[in-house]
């Protein structure tokens, strides 16, 4: 590729002194970061401040004003974290812009205004995938990345193809298996795992490939999908970019998406006034209202998934990597230092939040603010924040809406569930069974 020769090697050695633990992470405190990330990093912040070294060409933000700074300079000063299978490399500023086209050929679909119309057709999925799993016991976290992608393709295609979405699943563990491999693998090494990532993407792209050859289907008569979108487009739209949004944007969902539909069953499951509050309100609610604009009908329902998000938000450690040398606070870091922060942390500070260990979807519904300014980043924020906050937010809505009106949720002992703080934050050895209530209606 042109730009290809411009990429810069990811990592230079950091010349500045910042606070951190003595030797980096890997000299003495592997043991006790692995034993709870969170919490060893936590102290870290206690014991250094607000910008620490986690490791050599490593530091962690944990101030929000800081981060935001960082976020709303992304794709200028700095880039999401290079993909540890692209050889540790920074993208080249022709990939920057094809992915941010590719962000804007999505955006029509994925916008707020857009999901009214193709909302009823995500919650029928979600109504019968949760059908689906009635009567049997199940791990929500063995669960929840092919209902999340079956919730999401509707908006992408008017008939999705089976086929498509075990490619996507294959695609997301193989990644997932890489990114706890955790190992930055050089371009030229001939290397078994991207080979298995490379061709599990080949086998998305061998799946879209078809379908953008077709004339547009409109067979549904409603406002487009996404491959109606760039199909009925006045200017064709570059393949590349079609099947990267058409693909990688559902991939970049799964793992995010997947991890908050296990900590809304957890807490559904946990909060048992919640859920059947939940319940009632969607009992109250209008039918039509509930279908296309669930975030109107369903105000407590809304508060109780963004408290489900703050307390166990899935992107729980995030990261830029600098490309020019930045300013993080007072202390000046070089281009190519990663720098990290973790909504995790940021939500469970009480510097920003009133009670923070406290679940309590009450204060999303409190006048005022309900935190310090840009302490809740679920999906991030700036350039490349999340594409799907809106879609994102309405497949918890109906989620619980069916979940509630429609099953009985029993867990196991909750007391034994803990969070697994890997690539995403998941709950670990939980298991659910939901049963059916008796003479429920289907929902629209
Ligand atoms: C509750 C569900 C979701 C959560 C918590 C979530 C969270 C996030 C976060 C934190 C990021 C930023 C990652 C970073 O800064 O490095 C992100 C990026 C992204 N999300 Fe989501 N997400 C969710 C649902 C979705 C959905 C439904 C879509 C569907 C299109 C989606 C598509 C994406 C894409 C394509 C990116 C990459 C953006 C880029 O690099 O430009 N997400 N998400």
Not at 176 to 201: E, K, M, T
Not at 206 to 233: F, M, V, Y
Not at 335 to 341: E, H, L, P, Q, R
Not at 412 to 434: E, K, N, W, Y
């Amino acid at each position: 590729m042109a730009g290809e020769e411009a990429a810069v090697p990811m990592f230079k050695r950091s010349a500045v002194q910042i606070p951190g633990p003595r030797g980096g992470i890997f000299a003495d405190h592997l043991e006790a970061y692995e034993a709870n990330p969170a919490t060893f990093l936590e102290e870290c912040r206690q014991r250094y401040g607000d910008v620490f070294r986690f490791d050599t060409d490593v530091v962690v933000v944990t101030e929000p004003a800081v981060i935001n700074t960082v976020l709303v300079h992304t794709n200028r000063d700095n880039v999401p974290n290079a993909n540890p299978l692209h050889g540790g490399r920074f993208p080249t500023p022709e990939q920057t812009r094809q992915w941010m086209r590719t962000r804007q050929v999505a955006l029509p679909v994925l916008k707020p205004a857009s999901l009214p119309s193709r909302l009823p057709s995500v919650s029928r999925t979600v109504a019968a995938d949760l059908r689906a799993l009635e009567g049997a016991w199940f791990d929500p976290a063995e669960r929840a990345w092919r209902i999340c992608v079956s919730a999401l393709l509707p908006l992408y295609f008017p008939e999705p193809p089976p086929e498509l979405t075990d490619a996507l699943l294959t695609a997301f563990v193989e990644g997932r298996r890489a990114g706890q491999a955790g190992i930055r693998i050089p371009s030229w090494w001939p290397s078994r795992l991207r080979r298995r990532v490379q061709a599990a993407d080949q086998r998305i792209r061998d799946q879209i490939a078809p379908l953008l050859t077709r004339d547009p289907p409109g067979a549904d008569g409603l406002p487009g999908t996404l491959l109606e979108h760039i199909l009925d487009r006045p200017e064709p739209v570059p393949a590349d970019v079609a099947q990267a949004a058409l693909g990688i944007t559902v991939l970049g969902a799964i793992g995010t998406m997947g991890g908050a539909w296990c900590w809304l069953l957890y807490h559904l499951a946990a909060h048992p006034e919640a859920f059947e509050r939940i319940r009632a309100e969607v009992a109250a609610a209008a039918p039509h209202e509930l279908g296309a604009h669930p975030e109107r009908a369903l105000p407590y329902t809304q508060a109780f998934v963004h408290e489900v998000l703050r307390v166990h938000p899935p992107a729980w450690l995030l990261g830029r990597d600098a490309i020019t040398s930045v300013t993080l606070g007072d202390l000046e870091v070089p281009a190519g230092t990663a720098i990290m922060f973790s909504p995790y942390l940021l939500h469970h500070d009480a510097r920003w939040w009133d009670e923070p260990e406290r679940f309590d979807p009450g204060r999303w519904l409190r006048a005022g603010p309900q935190h310090a300014p840009g302490a809740y980043l679920p999906f991030a924020a700036g350039p490349r924040g999340c594409l799907g906050t809106h879609l994102g937010m309405a497949i918890l809505l109906l989620t619980a809406a069916h979940l509630t009106t429609d099953f009985h949720l029993e867990t196991s002992d909750l007391d034994q569930v803990s969070a697994d703080f890997g690539p995403t934050l998941i709950p670990t050895a939980m298991s659910c069974r939901l049963t059916a209530r008796s003479g429920t209606a289907e929902r629209p």
